[in-house]
T-cell receptor
Framework: AQKVTQAQTEISVVEKEDVTLDCVYE???????LFWYKQPPSGELVFLIR??????QNEISGRYSWNFQKSTSSFNFTITASQVVDSAVYFCALSETANQAGTALIFGKGTTLSVSS | DTGVSQNPRHKITKRGQNVTFRCDPI?????LYWYRQTLGQGPEFLTYFQNEAQLEKSRLLSDRFSAERPKGSFSTLEIQRTEQGDSAMYLC?????????????FGDGTRLSIL
Protein backbone atom coordinates (compact mmCIF):
# COMPACT_ATOMS: atom_id res chain seq x y z
CA ALA A 1 0.00 0.00 0.00
CA GLN A 2 1.16 3.53 -0.67
CA LYS A 3 1.95 5.63 2.33
CA VAL A 4 3.79 8.85 3.14
CA THR A 5 5.13 9.50 6.62
CA GLN A 6 6.21 12.88 7.89
CA ALA A 7 7.33 12.07 11.40
CA GLN A 8 7.94 15.67 12.44
CA THR A 9 4.64 17.25 13.37
CA GLU A 10 6.01 20.66 14.29
CA ILE A 11 9.40 22.34 14.01
CA SER A 12 10.33 25.72 15.43
CA VAL A 13 13.49 27.54 14.39
CA VAL A 14 14.92 31.02 14.59
CA GLU A 15 15.50 32.99 11.42
CA LYS A 16 18.68 32.10 9.53
CA GLU A 17 18.80 28.59 10.90
CA ASP A 18 18.82 25.69 8.45
CA VAL A 19 15.98 23.20 8.80
CA THR A 20 15.33 19.78 7.26
CA LEU A 21 11.86 18.33 6.85
CA ASP A 22 11.79 14.54 6.64
CA CYS A 23 9.63 12.44 4.33
CA VAL A 24 9.57 8.65 4.11
CA TYR A 25 7.37 6.86 1.61
CA GLU A 26 6.16 3.34 0.90
CA UNK A 27 5.21 2.02 -2.51
CA UNK A 28 5.37 -1.25 -4.39
CA UNK A 29 5.66 0.46 -7.76
CA UNK A 30 8.99 0.96 -9.46
CA UNK A 31 7.75 4.08 -11.21
CA UNK A 32 6.40 6.85 -9.05
CA UNK A 33 6.61 10.56 -8.41
CA LEU A 34 7.28 12.50 -5.25
CA PHE A 35 6.18 16.04 -4.54
CA TRP A 36 6.52 18.74 -1.92
CA TYR A 37 3.83 21.34 -1.36
CA LYS A 38 3.72 24.37 0.92
CA GLN A 39 0.50 25.47 2.64
CA PRO A 40 0.86 28.95 4.14
CA PRO A 41 -1.69 30.30 6.63
CA SER A 42 -3.79 31.58 3.73
CA GLY A 43 -4.56 27.95 2.93
CA GLU A 44 -3.63 27.47 -0.73
CA LEU A 45 -1.34 24.55 -1.46
CA VAL A 46 1.66 25.73 -3.44
CA PHE A 47 3.62 23.28 -5.58
CA LEU A 48 7.36 23.28 -4.83
CA ILE A 49 8.94 20.32 -6.60
CA ARG A 50 8.29 17.05 -8.43
CA UNK A 51 10.81 14.22 -8.63
CA UNK A 52 10.40 10.93 -10.51
CA UNK A 53 11.68 7.64 -9.16
CA UNK A 54 14.41 7.33 -11.79
CA UNK A 55 16.03 10.64 -11.00
CA UNK A 56 17.99 10.51 -7.77
CA GLN A 57 19.92 13.68 -8.36
CA ASN A 58 19.58 16.17 -5.58
CA GLU A 59 18.09 19.49 -6.52
CA ILE A 60 18.72 22.99 -5.30
CA SER A 61 16.51 25.98 -5.93
CA GLY A 62 17.64 29.10 -4.13
CA ARG A 63 17.42 28.40 -0.40
CA TYR A 64 15.57 25.13 -0.99
CA SER A 65 17.19 21.76 -1.60
CA TRP A 66 15.86 18.25 -1.84
CA ASN A 67 17.62 14.96 -1.10
CA PHE A 68 16.07 11.86 -2.70
CA GLN A 69 17.40 8.48 -1.57
CA LYS A 70 15.65 5.40 -2.95
CA SER A 71 17.71 3.11 -0.71
CA THR A 72 16.00 4.57 2.36
CA SER A 73 12.74 5.60 0.61
CA SER A 74 13.24 9.16 1.70
CA PHE A 75 12.74 12.52 0.05
CA ASN A 76 13.89 15.17 2.50
CA PHE A 77 13.56 18.91 2.09
CA THR A 78 16.05 21.43 3.48
CA ILE A 79 15.55 25.16 3.82
CA THR A 80 18.79 27.06 4.24
CA ALA A 81 18.88 30.33 6.17
CA SER A 82 15.19 30.15 7.04
CA GLN A 83 13.01 33.25 6.97
CA VAL A 84 9.78 34.17 8.69
CA VAL A 85 7.97 33.87 5.35
CA ASP A 86 8.89 30.17 5.31
CA SER A 87 6.43 29.58 8.15
CA ALA A 88 3.83 27.18 6.77
CA VAL A 89 2.71 23.58 6.72
CA TYR A 90 4.78 21.50 4.33
CA PHE A 91 3.40 18.36 2.74
CA CYS A 92 5.22 15.54 1.04
CA ALA A 93 3.14 13.55 -1.47
CA LEU A 94 3.45 10.43 -3.62
CA SER A 95 1.75 9.38 -6.82
CA GLU A 96 2.13 6.19 -8.78
CA THR A 97 1.92 5.72 -12.52
CA ALA A 98 0.52 2.23 -12.72
CA ASN A 99 -2.24 3.18 -15.12
CA GLN A 100 -0.60 6.25 -16.69
CA ALA A 101 -3.99 7.95 -16.52
CA GLY A 102 -3.13 10.55 -13.95
CA THR A 103 -3.36 9.46 -10.40
CA ALA A 104 -4.24 10.81 -7.01
CA LEU A 105 -1.66 12.28 -4.70
CA ILE A 106 -1.13 10.49 -1.41
CA PHE A 107 -0.17 13.12 1.15
CA GLY A 108 1.64 12.88 4.45
CA LYS A 109 0.15 14.58 7.49
CA GLY A 110 2.40 17.58 7.06
CA THR A 111 5.05 19.32 9.10
CA THR A 112 4.26 22.73 10.57
CA LEU A 113 7.31 24.96 10.37
CA SER A 114 7.42 28.08 12.53
CA VAL A 115 10.24 30.52 11.92
CA SER A 116 10.62 33.30 14.47
CA SER A 117 12.60 36.50 14.07
CA ASP B 1 -2.56 32.82 -16.16
CA THR B 2 -5.31 32.66 -13.55
CA GLY B 3 -5.12 29.89 -11.04
CA VAL B 4 -7.71 27.39 -9.86
CA SER B 5 -10.78 29.19 -8.56
CA GLN B 6 -13.17 27.76 -6.00
CA ASN B 7 -16.37 29.16 -4.59
CA PRO B 8 -17.74 29.74 -2.17
CA ARG B 9 -14.75 30.19 0.13
CA HIS B 10 -16.83 29.36 3.16
CA LYS B 11 -20.12 27.54 3.58
CA ILE B 12 -22.00 27.12 6.83
CA THR B 13 -25.06 24.94 6.80
CA LYS B 14 -27.26 22.88 9.05
CA ARG B 15 -26.97 19.14 9.25
CA GLY B 16 -29.15 17.45 6.68
CA GLN B 17 -28.96 20.23 4.09
CA ASN B 18 -27.47 19.81 0.63
CA VAL B 19 -24.47 21.86 -0.46
CA THR B 20 -22.76 22.39 -3.79
CA PHE B 21 -19.26 23.69 -4.46
CA ARG B 22 -17.80 24.89 -7.73
CA CYS B 23 -14.29 24.65 -9.12
CA ASP B 24 -12.93 26.43 -12.18
CA PRO B 25 -9.59 24.89 -13.18
CA ILE B 26 -6.73 26.53 -15.01
CA UNK B 27 -8.10 26.95 -18.52
CA UNK B 28 -5.87 24.59 -20.49
CA UNK B 29 -5.86 21.86 -17.83
CA UNK B 30 -7.80 18.74 -18.78
CA UNK B 31 -7.46 16.95 -15.44
CA LEU B 32 -9.39 18.00 -12.38
CA TYR B 33 -9.20 16.55 -8.87
CA TRP B 34 -11.20 16.94 -5.66
CA TYR B 35 -9.62 16.43 -2.25
CA ARG B 36 -10.83 16.82 1.33
CA GLN B 37 -8.65 18.13 4.14
CA THR B 38 -9.49 18.01 7.83
CA LEU B 39 -7.64 19.84 10.58
CA GLY B 40 -4.12 18.58 11.12
CA GLN B 41 -4.22 16.18 8.21
CA GLY B 42 -2.99 16.16 4.65
CA PRO B 43 -5.48 16.34 1.79
CA GLU B 44 -7.27 13.07 0.97
CA PHE B 45 -8.24 12.22 -2.58
CA LEU B 46 -11.94 12.08 -3.42
CA THR B 47 -12.30 11.90 -7.20
CA TYR B 48 -10.67 12.74 -10.51
CA PHE B 49 -11.83 13.80 -13.99
CA GLN B 50 -10.08 13.73 -17.30
CA ASN B 51 -12.04 16.16 -19.45
CA GLU B 52 -15.69 15.32 -18.69
CA ALA B 53 -15.07 11.68 -17.72
CA GLN B 54 -14.93 10.78 -14.03
CA LEU B 55 -12.16 8.18 -14.05
CA GLU B 56 -11.46 7.51 -10.41
CA LYS B 57 -13.39 7.66 -7.14
CA SER B 58 -12.09 7.13 -3.63
CA ARG B 59 -13.82 4.94 -1.08
CA LEU B 60 -14.22 8.20 0.85
CA LEU B 61 -16.77 9.33 -1.72
CA SER B 62 -19.96 7.97 -0.19
CA ASP B 63 -23.29 7.82 -1.99
CA ARG B 64 -24.13 11.25 -0.60
CA PHE B 65 -21.33 12.79 -2.65
CA SER B 66 -21.55 13.42 -6.37
CA ALA B 67 -19.23 15.28 -8.69
CA GLU B 68 -19.70 16.42 -12.25
CA ARG B 69 -17.71 18.10 -14.94
CA PRO B 70 -20.30 18.40 -17.70
CA LYS B 71 -18.33 20.15 -20.43
CA GLY B 72 -14.86 19.31 -19.32
CA SER B 73 -14.34 22.77 -17.89
CA PHE B 74 -15.67 23.67 -14.42
CA SER B 75 -16.70 21.02 -11.91
CA THR B 76 -19.24 20.83 -9.11
CA LEU B 77 -19.14 18.73 -5.97
CA GLU B 78 -22.47 18.16 -4.23
CA ILE B 79 -22.97 16.72 -0.78
CA GLN B 80 -26.50 15.60 0.06
CA ARG B 81 -27.90 15.28 3.58
CA THR B 82 -24.77 16.72 5.15
CA GLU B 83 -23.43 15.23 8.37
CA GLN B 84 -21.16 16.63 11.08
CA GLY B 85 -18.31 14.55 9.74
CA ASP B 86 -18.47 16.36 6.41
CA SER B 87 -17.00 19.48 8.00
CA ALA B 88 -13.69 19.98 6.23
CA MET B 89 -11.85 22.00 3.62
CA TYR B 90 -12.70 20.83 0.12
CA LEU B 91 -9.84 21.39 -2.30
CA CYS B 92 -9.88 21.34 -6.06
CA UNK B 93 -6.77 20.88 -8.18
CA UNK B 94 -6.07 20.75 -11.88
CA UNK B 95 -3.22 19.58 -14.05
CA UNK B 96 -2.24 19.30 -17.67
CA UNK B 97 -2.40 15.64 -18.58
CA UNK B 98 0.10 14.80 -21.26
CA UNK B 99 1.40 11.62 -19.70
CA UNK B 100 3.23 11.03 -16.49
CA UNK B 101 2.30 12.88 -13.37
CA UNK B 102 2.19 16.57 -13.97
CA UNK B 103 2.05 18.82 -10.89
CA UNK B 104 -1.42 19.49 -9.58
CA UNK B 105 -2.22 23.13 -8.91
CA PHE B 106 -4.64 23.78 -6.08
CA GLY B 107 -7.31 26.36 -5.43
CA ASP B 108 -7.88 28.11 -2.11
CA GLY B 109 -10.53 25.59 -1.12
CA THR B 110 -14.07 25.77 0.22
CA ARG B 111 -14.37 25.45 3.99
CA LEU B 112 -17.55 23.64 4.97
CA SER B 113 -18.91 23.90 8.49
CA ILE B 114 -21.90 21.80 9.53
CA LEU B 115 -23.88 23.13 12.47
Amino acid sequence: AQKVTQAQTEISVVEKEDVTLDCVYETRDTTYYLFWYKQPPSGELVFLIRRNSFDEQNEISGRYSWNFQKSTSSFNFTITASQVVDSAVYFCALSETANQAGTALIFGKGTTLSVSS
Amino acid sequence: DTGVSQNPRHKITKRGQNVTFRCDPISEHNRLYWYRQTLGQGPEFLTYFQNEAQLEKSRLLSDRFSAERPKGSFSTLEIQRTEQGDSAMYLCASSLGVGGNQPQHFGDGTRLSIL
